[in-house]
């Protein structure tokens, strides 16, 4: 069946293309009675709007593009979330893509969105983007004035709205809540590669050690790839040293690490502490449930869309970067303070 246009229905009652326009709009400057005749006529021939055609016209998609790195973290899962909600409460749609950690997967997105697909965009880098370091796609966008916000993994080469967490002080504050409930020889298991979300953790993570005086010990990190296998990083890891806590720096990390643990045999946390980020359902419904580190991520989506459209409706304001800080939430996977 062949698509009905603008222009059938107007040759239909002999009519201007905008005036049947008009019409479909529920514009109040035609008649009631041709307004009515055309709105049925249209419905009768399932007439659906040229959402593209109109957008060029209005120069506005109502659309916001979102690309995160990682789907199967449950923090960017929350981050969509709060996009969303604070997306639609404003008229917006969100088309959010994945670029699975590839600068390359990235750019090829980010060449679709300059096409005048969306008003603007929220990005967390790609982990290749950020160990290269190789912008050019980003700055087009910025370039061709669409309105970028970056969070959590962000860049300082970029000149646009950011909003990160303060991933430094949360890798300080656990460790030293570790240290405090008498853990020696505490281990991270960093999924998050050379991210800058994993460096800074590490740093904070060292700064805790440093206050305390113990020693960094490279052998009690291990940096896990895709490809990895967890179970005998952590053998090695257990046979190295006696471990009295561990951070698994994602949820779904943390939960493997505790059925490592408990399948070695050690009871969790009178023999090993875990701790892990970022709070979703999976660390709430494990035994013993997880004590995590949450960092709002529903709250950050809804300030990154938030910022998006302030900055859309009101170009030429001052960038600004938001820092948002985590919260411990402890049960019972970490002993209780001695």
């Known amino acids: 069946m062949k698509k009905v246009t603008l222009k059938d229905i107007a040759g239909h009652f002999n009519v201007s293309i905008s005036t049947v ?27 659906k ?14 659309t916001i593009g979102v690309v995160v790195p990682n789907i199967l973290n449950y923090f960017f899962v929350q981050v969509l979330y709060g996009i969303e909600k604070v997306a ?5 749609n969100i088309i959010s893509c994945i670029s699975d950690e590839s600068s390359s997967k990235e750019s090829k997105t980010l060449e679709f969105f300059d096409s005048g697909t969306v008003d603007g965009l929220i990005i967390s880098l790609a982990e290749e983007t950020q160990n290269d370091n190789k912008h050019e796609a980003l700055k087009d966008i910025i370039n061709n004035d ?6 959590d993994r962000v860049t300082d080469s970029l000149e646009c709205d ?8 949360a890798g300080y504050k656990t460790t030293k809540y570790l240290i405090n409930i008498g ?35 490279t052998k009690l990190i291990i940096n896990l790839s895709p490809k990895d ?4 990083l952590m053998s090695f890891l257990l046979n190295y040293k006696t471990i009295g806590g561990i951070i698994g720096l994602d949820e779904i990390t943390a939960v493997k690490v505790l059925e490592v643990v ?26 013993p449930s997880l004590t995590m580190v949450s960092q709002h991520g529903k709250y950050i989506g809804e300030l990154t869309a938030k910022l998006l459209i302030n900055r859309i409706k009101t170009p030429g304001l001052p960038y600004e970067t938001k820092t948002v800080k985590t919260s411990l939430l402890v049960r019972d996977s970490t002993k209780k303070l001695q």
């Open 21 to 47: 326009s008009k019409a479909v709009n529920d514009s109040h400057e035609i008649s009631s009675q041709l307004k009515l005749k055309i709105q049925e006529y249209a419905k009768e021939k399932h007439y």
């Open 49 to 62: 709007p040229n959402r593209l055609a109109l957008n060029l016209l209005n120069r506005s998609t109502h």
């Open 88 to 92: 639609n409460e404003n008229g917006y």
């Open 146 to 151: 669409i309105p970028v916000v970056l969070f």
């Open 162 to 169: 950011k909003v990160v967490v303060d991933d430094f002080e």
């Open 183 to 217: 853990c020696s020889n505490i281990a991270v298991v960093n999924p998050t590669g050379s991210s800058s979300v994993g460096k800074l953790r590490l740093l904070g993570y060292k700064k805790a050690l440093e206050e305390f005086e113990i020693p960094f010990d």
């Open 229 to 232: 296998d967890l179970d005998l």
């Open 262 to 287: 408990k399948a070695r045999g050690y009871n969790v946390p009178n023999d090993i502490s875990i701790i892990g980020f970022t709070n979703g359902q999976l660390s709430k419904y494990v035994t």
